[in-house]
């Protein structure tokens, strides 16, 4: 026990000194304007070297120290929420694992130095995602590690493409990579993105993680492993040209309204952080792809904050209703754990982005931007309806769990009582509030000029208002009326799992690839392969054998057929 304590202290205290030191050297970066290059030469082939460069720039440094922070923050909660469990040091070393790889893709401006956090991520991801080990966590782990697989490819591809350039410091060339021979390129460097950060069409291993422990869902869905295909994309933007942003800025629009949809039809209270969670990631790919990469890393910074503390009040409310995450088994829970309800507010409401709350600084002027800018109808509607649904199920959310009918057993023992749970929720808390506006101030020293009709300035508070009250008004009108949704179910199995994709993603992508190997294994390796080949030799030398000792056997009327044939023979032929 002494261990377990000190593990979880010890790593909090090393992981926060870190995160201050971090943040500290940021400020004075932002400041004085300042970057340095660490570079550490491995080995030269030809004129070309391969070499491990490290950057520390004020957008490393920041994002280094938030992780750190949120990591520290996550560790100590740890102390409490898997102390019953047998693995506890294998479980935090994993995590520190984890965090060390996205501290290295954080600071790699170079391709090749960049896979060691990169695929550090997908392997220690997908050792967290089997943690627990059932059928359900390994189908999820596999569906993580081989959906982040084909970015890994991506990535190897785009390393072989870059080699032309003379060398793999991408951060030096991003602003001369516009020729037609690097559009490959960076379609490859965007196709490695949207995998990590689970755009469409490789969405369905977001959900699917939740298998992990709660705390290393707070960490790997708030603020490491989903946000590093960002990240990277936010390192190449000044290289993204026009014939690949318009497909991401679609993409990832339609992957914020798909998760909004989906969320609003989901019972699993992991599950329906994770889509918010997948939401978010769209919003700030879509904003990206409009070239605004100092708004998407703004959200960045402000989400990991109040979603890595909206997945520790799930996880607290987890931990007493006897491990239930069915929303439905839950309600009323505000009366028995106040303080992890007033965090989950606050983060719910940040994630809505309410005035003067972290999400607010970010998530509005990302949606006046945008409106702003020069898109097209269909980007606006998904937009305006991303935003409505975001707002709709966080209510219905706080509905189901917090202020709903009391839906738990008779003898229930809730409450906040664990201070190692609560400290790092408060602390989070306070982030939730402060971040957005400090944040603002210091990123951006010259304010955005935002030139909008006054119906469009308050488009983004109607349409936020209008989807509080359906997904609460929806949801009260629900306990006394019939399920009239069953009259709708195609479309409402279509909207509530996530379009298809996790049963494209999995059974139906490798049907027919089961289905061919089945056949071959049935008529090429069970069939003629056995005939004509071991099974088929076998048998004909076999009966040549046979034959051989029958002919060979020493009988002596055999022996007499056999001259009396030859003698008929010879005698025929001479007459």
């Known amino acids: 026990m002494m261990w377990k304590i000190s593990m979880h202290l010890t790593s909090m205290v090393f992981l926060m000194f870190f995160s201050l030191t971090s943040l500290f050297m940021s400020i004075l970066c932002l400041f004085d304007k300042t970057c340095y290059v660490i570079e550490w030469e491995i080995l030269s082939i030809n004129s070309t070297s391969i070499v491990a460069t490290y950057i520390f720039d ?42 060390l790889s996205m501290v290295f893709l954080i600071i790699s401006p170079n391709l090749i130095s960049i896979l060691l956090g990169w695929d550090g991520l997908g392997l220690v991801s997908y050792a967290l995602v089997i943690y627990y080990q059932n059928e359900k966590s390994a189908n999820a782990g596999m569906l993580t590690v081989l959906s982040n697989r084909v970015g890994d490819v991506a990535i190897l591809l ?57 705390p290393v869902s707070a960490l790997v869905h708030s603020s490491t492993l989903v946000t590093a295909g960002v990240y990277l994309l936010i390192r190449f933007s000044p290289a993204l040209s026009e014939t690949t942003l318009p497909t991401l800025l679609l993409l990832s629009s339609l992957t914020m309204f798909m998760s909004g949809l989906g969320a609003n039809f989901e019972y699993d209270l992991k599950k329906i952080i994770a889509l918010s969670t997948l939401s978010q990631l769209g919003v700030m790919l879509s904003i990206l792809s409009l070239g605004f990469k100092d708004l998407a890393f703004f959200h960045l910074l402000t989400h990991a904050l109040f979603k890595a503390l909206l997945f520790m009040c799930a996880g607290a409310m987890i931990h007493n209703v006897k491990e239930y995450q069915d929303i439905r088994l839950m309600g009323s829970l505000v009366t028995s754990m106040p303080l992890t309800c007033m965090c989950m507010n606050l983060a719910n409401l940040a994630l809505c982005g309410t005035p003067f709350l972290a999400g607010f600084y970010s998530k509005d002027l990302i949606l006046e931007t945008a409106f702003m800018s020069w898109i097209n109808t269909t980007i606006l509607l998904l937009y305006i309806f991303a935003t409505m649904l975001t707002v709709c199920y966080t209510f219905r959310l706080i509905f189901y769990s917090m202020t709903g009918e009391f839906n738990l057993a008779s003898f229930s023992n809730i409450d906040d009582s664990s201070s190692i749970m609560t400290s790092p929720m408060l602390a989070l808390s306070s982030g939730a509030i402060l971040s957005g506006a400090l944040l603002s101030w210091l990123i951006f020293p010259e304010p955005y000029i935002i030139c909008l009709s006054p119906f469009m300035k308050n488009l983004v508070l109607m349409i936020s208002i209008t989807g509080g009250l359906v997904g609460y008004m929806l949801n009260i009108m629900n306990t006394n009326f019939k399920l009239n949704s069953l009259s709708f179910y195609p479309v409402v199995v279509f909207s509530g799992s996530m379009w298809f994709l996790p049963f494209m993603s999995t059974f139906n992508l490798s049907k027919s690839s089961l289905i061919l190997g089945q056949t071959y294994s049935k008529m090429i390796d069970k069939g003629w392969s056995e005939t004509s080949g071991g099974q088929g030799i076998f048998k004909t030398l076999t009966n040549l054998s046979k034959l051989h000792q029958t002919v060979s056997d020493s009988n002596f009327k055999s022996f007499m057929k056999i001259f009396l044939i030859l003698t008929l023979m010879i005698s025929f032929f001479n007459i």
Not at 70 to 90: Q, T
Not at 163 to 175: A, D, L, R
């Open 58 to 99: 004020w957008m490393s440094l920041m994002f280094m120290g938030f992780v750190m922070f949120i990591s520290a923050m996550v560790l100590f909660y740890s102390g409490s929420y898997m102390e019953g469990d047998l693995n506890f040091d294998r479980f935090m070393l994993l995590v520190l694992a984890f965090v």
């Open 158 to 214: 785009s390393i072989s493409l870059m080699f032309i350039e003379g060398s793999w410091n991408f951060i030096f060339y991003v602003f001369y990579l516009d020729d037609n021979f690097t559009t490959l390129m960076k379609s490859l460097i965007i196709l490695a993105a949207m995998t990590k950060s689970a755009q469409i069409p490789f969405s369905a291993w977001l959900p699917a993680a939740m298998a992990a422990p709660t």
